[in-house]
């Protein structure tokens, strides 16, 4: 793999890594931001027989699908993006990573529990960012190219479950 594919595909699995861990800590277990339970200890018995071979890909899914639905009821939709709406190529990109179970498995490993999520989204963000209830303008799409959003959003996010609030850093596609 070249340089730059491995830049790409590392790139990806940062982002499939912090969407399961805000994806479970936003779960209503954690800080209750979106009604479901995919991360649960329960879950798996319900997925098991449907999903059988892919229950974290189905866990991921569902997950991040309520995710994204909460965050675009705050954000909105159109020309803007968030962890969980990204631009079409770059939600393809990220699809065709996870056919790989490999890929899903170690996007999972730092949801253990509570504090593991919490202390794993701290080494991405190194600092909490701004504390702002409801959207925060983090950046523009032009940002998408540079892993510097990521950690501008999981600081965003780190903060907001930290001081008990619910923020949505999103960027905007100013093209």
């Not at 699908?65 to 020309?79: F, L, P, T």
């Not at 409801?134 to 950690?151: E, K, R, S, V, Y």
Request: contains cysteine; aromatic residues 10%; charged residues 20%.
């Amino acid at each position: 793999m070249g340089q730059a594919s491995q830049r790409e595909s590392d790139r990806l699995q940062a982002i499939l890594r912090l969407r399961v861990i805000i994806g479970y800590l936003g779960e209503q277990a954690q800080f209750d931001w979106w009604p479901t339970g995919f991360y649960t200890a329960s879950s798996p018995a319900f997925l098991n027989p449907v999903f059988a071979r892919t229950t974290a890909l189905a866990q991921y899914h569902g997950v991040k699908e309520a995710a994204r639905r909460v965050c675009d009821e705050h954000i909105g939709v159109g020309r803007v993006f968030h962890l969980f709406r990204l631009p079409e190529t770059l939600e393809q990109s990220l699809f065709e990573v996870l056919q790989d179970p490999a890929t899903v498995v170690a996007a999972h490993q730092a949801i253990g529990s509570r504090a593991t999520a919490l202390d794993a989204l701290q080494s991405i963000c190194k600092v909490q960012g701004p504390v702002q209830e409801g959207p925060l303008q983090i950046g523009t799409a032009a940002d998408l190219d540079d892993n510097a959003w990521l950690a501008a959003a999981a600081g965003c996010y780190h903060a907001a479950f930290a001081q008990g609030v619910r923020s949505y850093p999103y960027l905007v596609d100013r093209a």
